[in-house]
């Protein structure tokens, strides 16, 4: 199947309108009409915002297949997972000088 032919498909699924899909990119429906009619493709932030409005990846828009977007999920909710506060300061540590900053002058009215 071709992109127009799955653009199309996906909208139609999703019960939108060319206008809704339209609104939503904030594009013109022309141009929803053009990809669909494969006079033209949409461009990469487009076919993010595609993705995002279908619930479908990337890869499922341009190409027709699913083969990575189970995996993809399951490795970023399992690396979330593990997450631990260890790996929060060590991406974070440059945080503790504003915070410690701010709250100077009022350990310094404690102190004096």
Do not use: C
Not at 63 to 84: A, P
């Amino acid at each position: 199947m071709e992109l127009e032919n799955r653009l199309k498909k996906l909208r139609e699924e999703h019960q939108y309108s060319q206008e809704d899909v339209a609104r939503i990119l904030d594009i013109s429906r022309q141009s929803v009409s053009k990809w669909e009619l494969g006079k033209g493709y949409p461009d990469l932030d487009n076919l993010i915002k595609l993705s995002d409005l279908y619930g479908v990846s990337l890869d499922e828009i341009i190409r027709g297949e699913e083969k990575y977007s189970g995996k993809v999920e399951d490795s970023q909710q399992s690396e979330l997972s593990h997450k631990t506060f260890g790996d929060f300061m060590y991406h974070y540590w440059w945080l503790i000088f504003p915070i410690l900053g701010m709250l100077s002058p009022i350990i310094y009215r404690l102190i004096w």
